[in-house]
């Protein structure tokens, strides 16, 4: 139905998208995810040509959309766009919103119009809202409006834009039930969405969107259980981390915890995790001190909020230096410590480098 080959999408200097090259058929339900800032809205705004693509192809049903000749209005009616931000006419009622542009760009007679939007109000269950303005709807109920407009036009495509990003939680959960209704009567769907708990069971493939790229995409099971690429496992994850480089043995053991603290604070970390992890990192430097000298080592301390774990990475360059495994330290208090605190300790030394993994208990 879609294919698109080598997009690419400059805003001046700054490239957002490279090269997204994906093929699209009818009936997939296909969530977009990814960092914020990464070209998700570009991308779908690149589809229906509200943004105009920089360079590659988009192919609908045979006919690359980015030809000059291409009729714009009709294709943003192929493709029709639910934004974030409802984009309701205010002055309109909730009927006269639905019907405007069937009547308008269609050509469609009045009373056919009106029974079809009422049709759909039903469908979205705002029937009695018809003659309401959106300024007396709540959030929810302007979305769900929103969402019958764009059906109205009777597209092939329906765009998500975040579509619940804007509404209070408590509104959040009517929308996707309708954008879910819809994936099951095999609505052709993209959806940018912040909701992974909903990417997961309403799409039957999921983007992860990075770097420019559909960096990895796959089977809401793959992408979201088993992702094979770092930059996917972190945003899955919802990793956090923190690093810092020490290069000499006099570096500033306080500014280091005040950031560790700062780290700890920003996620929101319950106390006693705080105090175990800056005992770890203090026990585990004065094992590292005699080797200061000679080695740069970088710690890098990670958050996950899913698994709500911290895990604590030691790298270092040069001599092997296990420094938990020598068995003249073997009945070291620090070390008996560290053991205590950790659950799962790995260390591993490949090509000149020692990495030292640790595993807060929780
Ligand atoms: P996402 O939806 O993934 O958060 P966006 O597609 O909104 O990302 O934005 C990606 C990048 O493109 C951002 O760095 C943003 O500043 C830039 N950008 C988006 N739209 C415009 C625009 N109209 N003019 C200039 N820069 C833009
Ligand atoms: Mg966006």
Do not use: W
Request: aromatic share 6%; proline share 4%; net charge negative.
């Amino acid at each position: 139905m879609i294919t698109v080959q080598g997009l690419s999408k400059s805003f001046g200097n700054n490239v957002v998208l490279r090269d997204i090259r994906t093929e699209i058929r009818k009936g997939e339900v296909i969530s977009i995810i990814g960092p914020s800032g990464t070209g998700k809205s570009t991308f779908l705004r690149c589809l229906n040509l509200l943004d105009q693509p920089s360079g590659g192809s988009i192919v609908i049903d045979g006919e690359n959309i980015l030809d000059r000749k291409t009729n714009v209005a009709r294709i943003r009616q192929k493709m029709n766009m639910v934004f974030q931000s409802f984009n309701l006419f205010s002055h309109l009622s909730v009927l006269e919103n639905l019907t405007l542009a069937p009547i308008r760009l269609k050509h469609i007679p009045q009373a056919e119009a009106e029974a079809k939007a009422m049709a759909l109000l039903k469908l979205v269950g705002l029937a009695e809202k018809a003659d309401s303005f959106p300024d007396e709807l709540s959030g929810g109920q302007k979305q769900r409006v929103a969402i019958a407009r764009c059906l109205a036009m009777e597209p092939e495509i329906l765009l998500f834009d975040e579509p619940t990003s804007a509404l209070d939680p408590t509104m959040v959960s009517e929308v996707l039930s309708v954008i879910r209704r819809l994936a099951k009567e095999g609505m052709t769907m993209l959806i940018v969405t912040h909701e992974m708990d909903f990417a997961r069971d309403v799409s039957n493939r999921v983007f992860y969107m990075d770097q420019g790229l559909i960096y990895e995409e796959g089977t809401p099971q793959q992408i979201f259980e088993n992702p094979q690429k770092e930059r996917t496992r972190a945003f899955i994850n919802r990793v956090r981390s923190f690093s810092y480089r020490i290069e000499t043995p006099d570096y500033d053991l306080y500014a280091m915890n005040a950031e560790i603290e700062a780290f700890c604070e920003k996620q929101i970390l319950p106390k006693k995790t705080r105090h175990n992890l800056l005992l770890l990192v203090e026990e585990l430097l004065q094992l590292h001190t005699p080797f200061l000298r000679d080695t740069v080592l970088d710690v890098t301390i990670s958050y996950s909020e899913k698994s709500e774990r911290v895990t604590l990475l030691f790298e270092s360059s040069g001599a092997a230096m296990n420094v938990l495994e020598s068995d003249a330290m073997a009945d070291d208090l620090g070390i008996v410590i560290i053991r205590n605190l950790c659950e799962q300790i790995d260390y591993r030394r490949q090509n000149d480098q020692n990495r030292l993994e640790l595993l807060l208990k929780n």
